[in-house]
T-cell receptor, first 111, second 114 residues
Framework: DAKTTQPTSMDCAEGRAANLPCNHS???????VYWYRQIHSQGPQYIIH???NNETNEMASLIITEDRKSSTLILPHATLRDTAVYYCIVRVVSGAQKLVFGQGTRLTINP | NAGVTQTPKFRILKIGQSMTLQCAQDMNHNYMYWYRQDPGMGLKLIYYSVGAGITDKGEVPNGYNVSRSTTEDFPLRLELAAPSQTSVYFC?????????????FGQGTRLTVV
């Protein structure tokens, strides 16, 4: 299984862009990078995923390096509601395609 | 659209008691998962299922059992509750066979064993 490494915690000012890094240097060629977040103690919420190309949706942008060994999740205009734990996950290539969660990054948005 | 529904939301068990955590999804997803999350930690996979009648162990299966008799339901059974099983349990589902699909999570069951 490809493992991911994320900073334990980060802070960002409200209204600024939050950039969350993730290292996945052992990722295989056909494994996707997924990002989820968990607000307080709720169930994890899907944010975005990608394989090789950069991706953008209404919530965030995902920038994947050319060698695919790292990626960055960007929340363009962070709000207080974006305070959460953010998980970077590499989707395991197997029959179950199960999600394996790491420790995540605790992002705090400050007013 | 209910998505993934877990019951109960909260439960207190005594050591040695048994219980079943219920999980149901209405999205016709073949893949379903059970995770546990201890305080301040990430989620750990307990069991998963790739379809009705098929289940397999995850990272931390000891002390738990599952069954998958229908596509919709994936109950998690604790036979002899122990304090180490105090945790928040999350059920999730995803559609069949594609790597680029998201998983949907329920809102969790908070279990305390005393």
């Amino acid at each position: 299984d490809a493992k991911t490494t994320q900073p334990t915690s980060m802070d960002c000012a409200e209204g600024r862009a939050a950039n969350l890094p993730c290292n996945h240097s052992t990722i295989s060629g056909n494994e996707y990078v997924y990002w989820y977040r968990q607000i307080h103690s709720q169930g994890p919420q899907y944010i975005i995923h990608g394989l090789k190309n950069n991706e953008t949706n209404e919530m965030a942008s995902l920038i994947i390096t050319e060698d695919r060994k790292s990626s960055t999740l960007i929340l363009p205009h962070a709000t207080l509601r974006d305070t959460a734990v953010y998980y970077c996950i590499v989707r395991v290539v197997s029959g179950a395609q199960k999600l394996v969660f790491g420790q995540g990054t605790r992002l705090t948005i400050n007013p | 659209n209910a998505g993934v529904t877990q019951t109960p939301k909260f439960r207190i068990l005594k050591i040695g008691q048994s219980m079943t955590l219920q999980c149901a999804q209405d999205m016709n997803h073949n893949y379903m998962y059970w995770y546990r999350q201890d305080p301040g930690m990430g989620l750990k996979l307990i069991y998963y299922s790739v379809g009705a009648g098929i289940t397999d162990k995850g990272e931390v299966p000891n002390g738990y059992n599952v069954s998958r008799s229908t596509t919709e339901d994936f109950p998690l059974r604790l036979e002899l509750a122990a304090p180490s099983q105090t945790s928040v349990y999350f059920c999730a589902s995803s559609s069949t066979g594609q790597l680029n699909t998201e998983a949907f999570f329920g809102q969790g069951t908070r279990l305390t064993v005393v």
